[in-house]
């Protein structure tokens, strides 16, 4: 099959965004996501998703973590990414990435985490030895107070910073949504309800990935599964997921209806070469069953057993989906000619430097960091007093 | 509130604070000097960019030397057609005019290119079929390519100007 | 020579502004072209293109232009038309590197139409640059500092022309520089230097006695994109509405 059908500018032929520009504004809509479902206890006071809390902000920072990963990787001169925070162009909605990302990352996320468990690692301190120890013991800054005041006021700055997090975690999102929704020059991807689109999306991809951790961490803990706790997160999940199928639909009437001169071309380009991973794998696998299926729990009473066979099946079903449509954004955006009278191939590879592994590899790594994490800053309370009963057997 | 409660929020702002003062320290040490003399990019580019060096000399340096082509050429249809658009880039050539010597062209391969015949060209513009044209002979064969025109068709086309230089190679072989 | 710590470093700045004195002497850094005393542009004639490829050769030499990318490059439309019905179709073969192969159809309307950077005054590929790699010169030409760029190709997505590239080996974003190198020393671009026709030309539009400037002054020309509102300033004269 030739590489190119129609006419392509030939400077056009080859893609420039691989697919480890698919996977940045995916696992950052991840961040985004599980940290507004942190925020639904913390400052919407949903108390039923509260054993979700503090895995939903390890979670938020493991994928945060990995998150600039794939852009290092993709850049012609990694080396020089740091010109960003010397001389980021304000016009560049990609320069604001440097300060959003270090301002999310410490002030927001790292700030949250080490408030919210600062008592445990005060505690970890005093009980551990040995490298753990002086992990532990940098991280509590040489403070060891952890009275019941200075609890309080670790509370009420924990909120302020949650408060705060929300629009910084709409900002660290949403501005990827505008990066491509300001390009003018490309009439798949220039929308203002693009960053929308992103936002939503990322919610619906973050609710799923802690419902599901949730779930499977339980799981292997052999510990009960709070369904209060999964019922109430598969509802906002549902929610967000019919507002963020709403907005993409109504991109698309809007679309069909004016028809505009790349219409046709974009058209064409959605029933042949976008077909499986837009109309199969995003809008009806990762998209409409599960809202279906979400749907289903809402209206019908199912036994715990038949909910939780559901939940998983949307949840993964979600995630594909929200890859698929990140996918179709940055990928479908590069298939047509902005001649509109062409289109090209993406040719992916595997083993390389943009290829198809590294992309797995980083998708793997932040359950590993996760794991560490989890190991680390243990979410749940009995884990930690196991933990520490294993740590003083063992250890003196 | 007690002040003594917050002693490690303190302690944190204290680490925040550092990071940043290295933060603009370095950045005073590591942006290029030259950064914003113009907008925002690096002055020093502008420089950079005309440092390049020149392949093609431009007409007016073969015609500084070589003003006996150019009497011929403005005489003739090729008077716009410069140089080096046949001769190739000559700058060096132009540097050093005893050392470098330009090739010799080949013009069954190097005439085609302008003027094959296709339909996509204007119809106003010379084109032939080659293969039917010259029967495998090279152009200069017959036609001087600095002034293109063959003398018989010359002198019907405008009769009452005065004597022309002969085609100034080989002579016709048909 | 005695020279105390102190006294080392009382001298050390004023040595330092001396050596700049000496360096806006030397050649490199001084010369007789003044930016501000230019804005450059380019006037294509469709009518007067024949396809021969001379100019996306040339440009290929004068500025290493790696095989498979193109800084320019000349398209080939062919317009059919059957009772009010229009089919269309665009090639390119190897930019037009080497010309293109002749097509029998008879009644097709045909005709090459060269494409290069636009040189746009309010350029959407600088807009989007996150550390200011790529900017339009005070003389209005859009160049790339090629020690500053990241690579990270957001240039070459919002360029609406599809003239920008990365450099396989430099991974560095590369386009059309006006031949910056030679019109800051009054030569001409190296496209329009090769172009037998004259199709090509450059334009100085600060120049009120520039004959280009002239032409664009009296004649209808067009821009690709105007939709767009890029302020391009590549003019093409006999621009058929089909062009993309």
Redesign the interface.
């Known amino acids: 099959m030739p590489l190119t059908d129609g006419f392509m500018y030939p400077n056009e032929v080859e893609l420039q965004w691989s697919v480890l520009i698919v996977l940045y504004p995916f696992l950052t809509g991840l961040v985004a996501g599980a940290f507004i479902l942190a925020s639904l206890e913390r400052v919407f006071r949903v108390e039923a998703v509260k054993p979700t809390y503090r895995l939903a902000l390890l979670t938020a920072l493991a994928f945060l973590l990995v998150a600039p990963m794939p852009l290092q990787l993709h850049l012609g001169h990694p080396e020089r990414s740091f010109e960003m925070y010397l001389t980021p162009h304000r016009s560049s909605a990609m320069a604001m990435f440097g300060f959003v990302y270090l301002w999310y990352l410490m002030a927001v996320l790292v700030l949250e985490i080490w408030l919210d468990y600062r008592k445990d690692i005060v505690l970890l301190a005093q009980s551990t030895t040995g490298l753990k120890r002086l992990f532990y013991r940098v991280l509590t800054l040489g403070s060891n107070n952890i009275s019941p005041n200075a609890l309080a006021i670790d509370n009420r700055v924990g909120y302020i910073v949650t408060v705060i997090g929300i629009p910084s975690a709409f900002l660290l999102h949403g501005y990827v949504g505008f990066i491509f929704g300001s390009v003018k020059a490309n009439p798949w991807w220039s929308t203002p309800l693009m960053p929308v689109v992103f936002l939503f999306s990322a919610m619906v991809s973050g609710i799923a990935a802690v419902m599901l951790l949730y779930m499977l961490l339980n799981r292997l803990r052999k510990q009960p599964i709070d369904m209060r706790c999964v019922d109430t997160v598969a509802k906002y999940l549902f929610y967000a997921f019919i507002i963020d199928f709403s907005l993409e639909m109504l991109d698309l009437i809007h679309r069909i209806y004016e028809a505009d001169e790349s219409f046709h071309s974009l058209d064409f380009m959605v029933h042949s070469r976008l077909y499986i991973s837009q109309i199969v794998v995003q809008i009806l696998l990762g998209t409409v069953l599960p809202i279906a299926l979400l749907g289903l729990t809402q209206i019908a009473k199912f036994t715990e057993i038949v909910r939780k066979r559901i939940y998983v099946s949307a949840g993964c079903l979600t995630l594909i989906g929200i890859f698929a449509m990140r996918w179709n954004v940055v990928i479908g955006g590069q298939l047509f000619s902005k001649s509109f009278l062409g289109y090209t191939t993406y040719k992916m590879g595997f083993v390389a430097k943009e290829g198809l592994l590294p992309a797995i590899l980083l998708t793997l790594l932040p359950f590993f960091i996760l794991w560490a994490l989890v190991k680390l800053l243990p979410p749940w309370p009995e884990e930690e007093t196991t933990h520490m009963a294993h740590g003083t057997a063992a250890g003196d | ?2 002040f ?6 303190f ?2 702002a204290g ?2 604070a550092a ?1 940043l003062l290295l ?1 603009v320290a370095l ?1 005073s040490f ?3 000097k030259s ?1 914003g003399q ?5 002055g020093d ?12 000399a ?2 007016e340096a073969c015609e500084s030397c070589h003003s006996d082509v150019l009497d011929q050429k403005v005489k003739g249809k ?1 008077v ?3 140089c ?2 046949c001769h ?2 000559l700058a060096t050539h132009a540097e050093d005019p005893g050392g470098i010597t330009p090739e010799k062209l080949d013009t069954a391969k190097l005439c085609v ?2 003027h ?7 119809k106003w ?1 010379p084109q032939v079929v080659s293969a039917d044209h010259s029967a495998g002979l090279a152009c200069n064969e017959c036609h001087q390519p600095h002034n293109p025109v063959i003398v018989a068709e010359e002198k019907t086309a405008s009769a009452g100007e005065g004597p022309k230089p002969a085609p100034a190679n080989k002579g016709a072989k048909k | 020579m005695n020279i105390t710590r102190r006294h080392f470093l009382v001298l050390l700045p004023a040595a330092a502004l001396a050596w700049e004195h000496v360096l806006a002497g030397t050649p490199e850094l001084s010369s007789n072209y003044n930016t501000s005393d230019h804005w450059w542009g380019m006037l294509v004639d469709i009518e007067k293109c024949i396809g021969c490829g001379s100019c996306v050769r040339a440009c290929a030499k004068e500025n290493n232009v790696p095989d498979g990318y193109y800084r320019t490059w000349i398209e080939r439309y062919r317009i059919k038309e059957v009772n009010g019905l229009e089919t269309l179709e665009v090639d390119s073969p190897d930019g037009g590197k080497n010309g293109f192969p002749s097509s029998d159809e008879p009644g097709v309307k045909q005709f090459f139409v060269p494409k290069m950077c636009n040189h746009c005054a309010d350029s959407p590929c600088t807009q989007v640059c996150p550390v200011g790699a790529t900017f339009v010169s005070p003389d209005g030409v859009v160049l790339i500092d090629e020690k500053y760029c990241l690579g990270c190709r957001y240039c070459i997505q919002a360029c609406p022309y599809g003239c920008r590239f990365l450099h396989p080996e430099k991974n560095v974003a590369q386009k059309c520089t006006l031949c910056y190198h030679r019109i800051t020393q009054g030569l001409t671009t190296a496209c329009c230097e090769n172009c037998p026709t004259g199709a090509r030309q450059l334009a100085d539009l600060k120049n009120p006695k520039d004959p280009i400037h002239e032409f664009l002054r009296t004649h209808k020309v067009q821009v690709l994109k105007p939709h767009l509102a890029t302020q391009a300033k590549l003019y093409y004269n006999g621009l058929d509405g089909a062009v993309r």
């Open positions: 509130m007690k003594k409660d917050a002693t490690h929020l302690r944190l680490v925040f990071g933060f950045r590591l942006v290029p950064f113009y907008g925002h990019f690096r580019a502008l420089a950079d960019i005309k440092a390049q060096p020149v392949h093609y431009g007409h090729h716009r057609v410069n080096e658009a190739g880039p290119r302008c094959e015949a296709n339909t996509a060209k204007p513009f």
